[in-house]
């Protein structure tokens, strides 16, 4: 059997339903796009050819690489933690009542830059086993 006729399973040799129309078949029309038959892309790897593509990529990315490691240097950040300072020693073992209790429970904290930062300043804020869709 010849693969650039057609083919289909109907209306074979001793068929009775040899006259069936195209219409009304359920096979997809014939082409070399639905029956994946394509030509594809196949390169061919020759060592001459990975050198010069990965040294071109390289020549492209080793100067963004630079540029954000820079940038990456003038980044100041200071961590502080202060869950165990904020509460009073009358209830620290027992948080809880404390979290509870209807007193004021400001907290003022003071934190030491030791490197010079220039503006614009970000002040982002952690917290640690809260999370924001949860409901009980």
Avoid at 30 to 58: D, G, H, M, N
């Amino acid at each position: 059997m010849n693969s650039s006729t057609p083919s289909t399973s109907t209306g074979g040799i001793g068929s009775a339903d040899a006259p069936v129309s195209r219409r009304n078949s359920k096979c997809p029309k014939y082409s070399r796009f639905t029956q994946q038959e394509l030509p594809a892309c196949k390169p061919i790897l020759t060592p001459k050819w990975v050198i010069s593509t990965f040294l071109l990529v390289s020549i492209a990315f080793i100067p963004i690489g630079v540029v954000a490691l820079f940038a990456s240097r003038d980044v100041v950040e200071i961590v502080d933690r202060y869950e165990a300072e904020w509460i009073p020693t009358s209830f620290r073992n027992n948080t809880l009542a404390y979290i509870q209790d209807p007193e004021d429970k400001t907290c003022n904290r003071s934190l030491q830059v030791t490197k010079n930062m220039r503006h614009p300043i970000f002040v982002y804020y952690q917290l640690d086993g809260f999370y924001q869709n949860h409901r009980s």
